[in-house]
């Protein structure tokens, strides 16, 4: 099983890349929140994941450990393959699957092209106590803050208040990317400054 494989990226679009790694050129699959963060570099290091099936070997590639962390969770769902996980952080990203399937937004998760309303709701079913449990701070990724439970009392406490939830959550997340350590009160207090 591969960890990761790095090297050149000597080809790439949206939904897939070629590494060149010591004169072996990797065909990887990858969703377009990983494209958006490679793109511009010469050399790239991806965490794969192989999948064996009766006809292809495939190969999907993530960069950072959390997006194949949560790629790993979805497969694990009855009726979610790789490329419906794929597509599915292809479409909300990284931070916006993790945050619907906690938040239980079945209309979110099954507003991802080929998830019908089932599928939606056993993968909220399925997921959501696993990923309140994951612990993501070994991971390189802006999904920390947003998994806080100090950051969901502070949007329930400024939307309680009227503020819309979107603008409310935009300043939250940008608070905590500045300062990690907030807590819910100073959250609250120094969003209601800027909204």
Known sequence: MYAYIE???????????TIDCGGV?????????????????????LWVYQAVREDALLLFGFADKTEKELFLQLI??????????????????????????LDGDVKKVQSVKGIGLKTAQRIIVDLRDRLAKMDFSSANSSLLPQ??????????????????RASVEKTVDGLLAKD???????????ALRML
Do not use: W
Request: net charge positive; charged share 20%.
């Open 7 to 17: 090297g050149k990226l000597t080809e790439q679009n949206p939904a897939c890349v």
């Open 25 to 45: 050129g990797y065909e990887i699959n990858i969703s377009l929140h990983t494209y958006s963060q490679i793109k511009d570099k010469a050399t790239v290091r």
């Open 76 to 101: 694990s769902v009855s009726g979610v393959g790789a490329n419906t996980a794929r597509m599915i952080l292809s479409t909300l990203g990284p931070e916006l699957t993790a945050r619907s399937i």
């Open 147 to 164: 998994l806080r439970p100090e950051r969901d009392e502070a949007v329930a406490a400024l939307v309680t208040l009227g503020f819309a």
């Open 180 to 190: 990690p350590g907030l807590n819910t009160e100073n959250m609250i207090k120094q």
